[in-house]
């Protein structure tokens, strides 16, 4: 199944495996983890998140949905704790060492509670491509799609990389890793804010889930952009929505997925490439790429 490009991953999975111990090295420093695939509306779920604990425990939310000003909650797990009566939750996309899973399932570390936010990789990568094609110099779609394995960068075998180390992860912390679905969010955010932050060990009331709520919006989201930072977190969705697959892109998208991709967290076929997301959310102004 992967002799096509064994080397290739091969040599991504060594520099990963002998590197990659973000969970091991902060975990003494943090309350829990968000961690999340690339394109998977980390930002809109980070502020509507830090809303809701800021109205909790009486404390200013972030100024901006967007930049440094965005983590006084959730940020980088290096980042000092910005309040001694908040919980301080890393925020990362991190792509785990299998060492840690193996580790794990022999009883010779723990973890924090994670929570891993994902979306379906065709969307998230289409989006990805969509917002850093130019600014990565990412080039034409078809290139970008049949590249081969990599050691660094972002891309299709990123995501299955990313989905397969998790998913193995989760098998062995079954009741630590939280997962949560970009798509089921866009349906209930409430329900998931709730349930995200139950997950951390703290209890929220309807008046924080309120105001998690009134930050959900697209509009708002981008009405509270750092101007500083640069960053479109919230691009308008017409514009995103006009970026499809072609067919022979579809091909390799279904082919890769179909032979390497062994943790699909639940999302069904997912070689099917329709860019869309699996449903349409609530508000339409809600979802956030």
């Known amino acids: 199944m992967r002799d096509e490009y064994g080397l290739a991953l091969l040599a991504a999975d060594v520099r990963d495996d002998l590197s990659r111990f973000h969970l091991l090295h902060y975990g003494s420093r943090v309350d829990g983890f968000l961690v999340s695939g690339h394109n998977s509306g980390t930002h809109w779920l980070r502020f509507m998140l830090s809303a809701a604990i800021a109205h909790k425990l009486s404390l200013p939310p972030p100024a901006y949905s967007s930049g440094p000003h965005s983590d006084v909650y959730i940020g980088h797990a290096r980042h000092r704790r910005r309040f001694p009566q908040a919980p301080k939750i890393g925020s990362s996309h991190h792509m785990p060492s299998r060492l840690i899973a193996w580790l794990g ?27 850093w094609q130019d600014a990565k110099a990412l080039g034409p779609l078809d290139e970008y799609l049949a590249r081969e394995p990599r050691a660094q960068g972002v891309d299709l075998w990123w995501f299955i990389r990313f989905f397969n180390r998790w998913g193995a992860l989760k098998r062995v912390f079954p009741d630590r890793v939280l997962v949560v679905r970009y798509e089921d969010v866009e349906r209930d955010p409430q329900t998931w804010v709730r349930r995200i932050w139950a997950h951390w060990g703290e209890d929220l009331c309807d008046t924080d889930l309120a105001a998690a709520m009134a930050v959900s919006s697209r509009s708002v989201m981008q009405a509270n952009l750092d101007p500083e930072y ?32 062994r943790h699909a967290f639940g999302y069904g076929d997912i070689r099917e490439t329709d860019p869309r997301v699996l449903s349409q959310p609530r508000d339409r102004e809600q979802a956030v790429a």
């Open 105 to 131: 399932a022999r009883n010779l570390i723990a973890l924090p509670p994670v929570v891993l936010l994902v979306r379906r990789i065709p969307d998230s990568l289409l989006s990805y491509f969509f917002k």
């Open 230 to 261: 640069g960053e479109d977190i919230a691009p308008e969705r017409a514009t995103r929505e006009a970026a499809q697959y072609a067919e022979p892109d579809r091909a390799v998208l279904e082919r890769r997925l179909a032979q390497h991709l």
